[in-house]
Nanobody, 124 residues
């Protein structure tokens, strides 16, 4: 069992950048593929990015490809989401989770052990 805590969210102007962190405890995250999701008010939680156990493999939602970068530092038991060129439509609560399904999935139900989320607000 892994416990996840997201941090790093905040208010930023369009075009700005933020780096989110997902700190894990209870288990070493090197055991797991990990992902980021986001949820805007009134919308379903949607996939953002995923990284393989050692960080060598990644995949992204089309909406963030080229702007966001997922990475991990297993020595620090932390997964990151670097967000550049932020847009107002990126405004959401961002969550990290463990991938429990097959590599490449974007389905919400293929991820588990969610953190509490961190709010990202992008103003126009």
């Amino acid at each position: 069992q892994v416990q996840l805590v997201e941090s790093g969210g905040g208010l930023v102007q369009a075009g700005g950048s933020l780096r989110l962190s997902c700190a894990a405890s209870g288990r070493t995250i090197s055991m797991y593929d990990m992902g980021w999701f986001r949820q805007a008010p009134g919308k379903e939680r949607e996939f953002v990015a995923a990284t393989s156990r050692w960080g060598g493999g990644t995949y992204y939602a089309d909406s963030v490809k080229g702007r966001f970068t997922i990475s991990r530092d297993n020595a620090k038991n932390t997964v990151y989401l670097q967000m550049n060129s932020l847009k107002p439509e990126d405004t959401a609560v961002y969550y990290c989770a463990r991938l429990v399904g097959e590599w490449g999935t974007r389905r919400l139900t293929d991820y588990a052990y969610w953190g509490q989320g961190t709010q990202v607000t992008v103003s126009s």
